[in-house]
């Protein structure tokens, strides 16, 4: 149970260069009136930033774009989408992508 | 008269969120991150680190991929400025999140502010983002409710994977690894519904995944989501524009 010196050191620095970009955003430009074309810019960041992920999760695997290794998963986004789109329901979506995943590994 | 009937209401709208509502919508994104987090804690403990290290760890960092990245540099004696470095890296992200959640919490202090930004991550975001469609502010009781709830399923999650890793052989027999990827799904596809501007996101949409993959090729992982996140966000400008 003991906590090593430079693994203390470690964490700490990496605590402070995630903390700086979570927050500084947010208490500087929070403070200022963003010109027109910012907001706009901003306000299409969500989509981006979450299809980028997905991108990520679904053809990706070690590093590399890869859709054979992926193939189950991109499979499994399906019916995933599917539920998101005609359920609306968050739960449903990751449930409905669970469930999916289990049966096409288990099929296929 | 009628300019403080509108500021009432107004306040009456983003005083209705409470805590405990921030505690219930943060509920459908437990699994994803339960299962990222387990796992953090299965890797931190191969790599050699204590249980009170990789608490340490989740609490002062509070980042999946980060904390990935740490436990392998540190199984592999990376330096600690290198190993500081990356997380910079890895986690810079979040100013993109921290910048486009901004204009929803102008009504707080500084401190306020780094409260919530601290415990920002892509789920607290995403889900704070739908929430935040036709609104023009978020409460901030109901943004602790989230925040507190996902941060505490963290530290959870990780030291479960710490303490019962070693039993777990094969966490993808149960499909929990793709309960992250359904849950960016779920808020994707939430938040351009409510949009409205279905057209246009599906550009941006599209053209992150393209970039995403291609810069992936010359980027690291973690550098190709911000190319993609800021190149996607500039084309729905662009084709914003052209309309």
Known sequence: MEIRWHILLAIMGASIVTLLPRVLPLVVLSRIQ????TMRWLNYVPVAVMAALIGQELFMADGKVDFIKKYIEILAAIPTFATAILTRSLLGTVVVGILSIIVLRFVL | MSENVQLNKHEIDVGEESFLQGVKDCIPTLLGYLSIG????????????????????SSMIYAGSAQFIMAGMIASQGSVTAIILTVFIVNLRHLLLSAAISPYFRQLSSFKMTLIGSLLTDETFGVAINKAMNQKSISEKWMHGLNITAYLNWIIATLAGAFFGQWITNPEKF????????????????????????IKDLVVAVSAVLIVLGTSTFLSGSMAVIAATVAAATIGMVVEKWK
């Open chain 1, 34 to 37: 963003l010109p027109d074309w």
């Open chain 2, 175 to 198: 499909g929990l690894d793709f309960a992250l990827t359904g849950m960016f799904i779920g808020l994707l596809v939430l938040q351009m519904i409510s949009r409205k501007i279905i």
């Open chain 2, 38 to 57: 387990f796992a953090a804690g299965v890797v931190g403990k191969t790599s050699g680190l204590s249980i009170m290290e990789i608490t340490l760890m």
